[in-house]
């Protein structure tokens, strides 16, 4: 099966959604799965082949978040 999991936050990032859609991500991998994963490009970001990095977008009400 193949899945896309978008997100706002992934590691390097430590936090506890970062760390979890990380470990959701290797499970699907374990079981077979291909997982691409969709997130914000963050400075210094090289993609991995897995990942498709995008550019965050200004939320209104929340000008801190990208």
């Given at each position: 099966?193949?899945?896309a999991?978008?997100?706002?936050?992934?590691?390097?990032?430590?936090?506890?959604?970062?760390?979890?859609?990380?470990?959701?991500?290797?499970?699907?991998?374990?079981?077979?799965?291909?997982?691409?994963?969709?997130?914000?490009?963050?400075?210094?970001?090289?993609?991995?082949?897995?990942?498709?990095?995008?550019?965050?977008?200004a939320?209104?009400?929340?000008?801190?978040?990208?």
């Open positions: 099966m193949r899945y999991i978008v997100t706002e936050t992934y590691p390097p990032e430590v936090n506890g959604v970062a760390l979890t859609v990380q470990g959701l991500e290797r499970g699907l991998r374990a079981r077979g799965n291909e997982v691409e994963v969709v997130r914000p490009r963050q400075r210094q970001d090289v993609a991995q082949p897995h990942e498709l990095l995008v550019r965050g977008v939320l209104p009400r929340y000008p801190g978040l990208r």
